[in-house]
């Protein structure tokens, strides 16, 4: 038995909470919000965030020193925006050299790094023993029922990325290892731009062939830019990659899908923000994969149509028609060689 700390309760932290609780791991699960952390322990519920009871055995904390004090490892499951402010606080109170372990998906705008990188960034390396990414097509909702769900677990080391995957593995929640820690944290991240590219097609009322020509496309664009960032190609066809990528383009539970939905109904982005309960992790990470694509000369028409939706104003018709209308091509040749 592990103790470990998960910081964030919104639903993926809680939902992997329980997977840790399952298997009779010491499990804290800290969150910023003192009524919350309150909620949980007295009513094991988390209403606001997540439709299911709680195992008695999770305790919440609302204090970051008290939930990581002694434990073996610390996972992360905070938005993206708030890896920083979370990697400081933990910088003042960590102790000990817990394996960190990172569950969230997204990319910093501006400085354009990976989760792993602002931690790194953030977190002096004696701290804390390594990094290890989890990722893979996991809704909470499904995981926090205990139906199964398969993901993958990353880092520049196999010892830890095996650490991860005993701590997780069950009957139910199945894990599998792999040492392309950049492919996949960007396949984890990438995938919800094209999320929200789904929901505006539907959004748009048009079918399942322009989805299904949607997801493929955004495949190869997210291929293509993993590939120039260093990321090995075989990893977007995985379980981060095209696996994560269906179940966020096809299923009511994303957030992101949701985002895109009203984006095609007309809805402003403003609107649609103000609407949603939880961080939409794709809209930053569609403006740093842009960012990335000018800096690296790599070519992204699904990408940057979304950028111009969602920063520039541009209606999802007019988008749809400058893709249908791109120069002929030969689809094989331009997947991991096309630049702009």
Known sequence: MAKIAVLGAGSWGTALSIVLADNKHDVRLWTHNKDQALEMNETHKNEKYLDTIIPESIIAYNDMKEAVSNVDAIVIVVPTKAIREVCQKLTTVLMNKPVLIHASKGIEPNTLKRV??????????????????????????EVAQRQPTTVTVASLTEEHAKYAQDLFFNESFRVYTSDDLIGIELGGALKNIIALGAGISDGLGFGDNAKAALITRGLAEMTRLGVALGAQPLSFLGLPGVGDLIVTCTSVHSRNWKAGHLLGKGYQLEEVLNQMEMVVEGVRTTKAAYQFAQEENVDMPITKGIYDILFEGKHPKEIVQQLMNRTKKDEMADIFTERK
Do not use: K
């Open 116 to 141: 792993s990188e602002i931690i790194d960034e953030e977190m002096p390396q004696y701290i804390y023993e390594d990094v290890v990414v989890l990722s893979g097509p996991s809704h909470a909702e």
